[in-house]
């Protein structure tokens, strides 16, 4: 069997076709017809510090470019509009930033290994890692405009995690109403350092401020 050529096999992914059709059309196996693909991707003249997905987008762009350049240059004015669109696209797409996948999620699952949880927070826990797989599959998966409305949830989960516990600003409430073991109940206030924050002394404390007010 002939080895599959890569810009056959990108040509065909490039226009949305499986993979399964890809193999037929080539007469080669659907590994194979991936392997093709992904190894011209990787040589992609647009391949510089981008992902394979970006990548693939790059060049159906500039498929479509090319099928329209020469009726632009000849003065159809409707190619003309497509082809300016496209390089909008294009820039459009270069510009964006990379996509950082999990990223709010792991932080927040490393943040919440510092917390002393109880059982009744499990709902609590729940919805701010629900808030942040939300916003990590919208970065990862969605447009620019999808990606960016997902951060408008960020604030939910500030909140929970400022209900938590687990904010600066609420390390430094519950550090001045906690006197050091060491100090007379006059005295200073303890530092923003040592083990896992005490979750039910934080709550407890919050719960007879909002009372006190």
């Known amino acids: ?3 599959v050529d890569p810009s056959k096999a990108l040509a065909l992914f490039r226009a949305a076709i ?3 059709t890809i193999a037929q059309q080539l007469d080669c196996t659907v590994d194979e017809a991936r392997d093709a693909v992904q190894v011209a991707i990787a040589a992609s003249p647009v391949a510089l510090d981008q992902t394979a997905s970006r990548i693939l987008e790059l060049e159906r762009l500039d498929a479509l470019h090319r099928a329209m350049w020469k009726k632009a240059i000849n003065g159809d004015v409707a190619a003309t509009d497509r082809v300016m669109r ?20 792991d932080a927040f699952e490393d943040t919440l290994k510092e917390l002393k949880t109880e059982g009744a927070d499990a709902a609590l826990i729940a919805s701010c890692r629900q808030v942040a797989r939300q916003i990590d599959h919208a970065v990862a998966n969605g447009t620019s405009l999808e990606a960016t409305k997902a951060l408008y949830l960020l604030p939910h989960l500030w909140n929970g995690l400022r209900e938590l516990g687990a ?6 409430a519950l550090n001045a109403s906690v006197p050091a073991p060491t100090d007379p109940p006059s005295g200073e206030s303890t530092s923003d350092e040592g083990g896992p924050v005490d979750l039910g002394s934080f709550k407890d404390r919050r719960r007879r401020g909002g009372a006190a007010g």
């Open 1 to 3: 069997m002939p080895d």
């Open 167 to 172: 904010t600066p600003a609420a390390r430094a």
């Open 18 to 20: 499986p993979y399964d």
């Open 86 to 105: 496209l390089i909008e696209l294009r820039q459009r797409l270069l510009g964006e930033p990379n996509r950082v996948k999990d990223a709010i999620t």
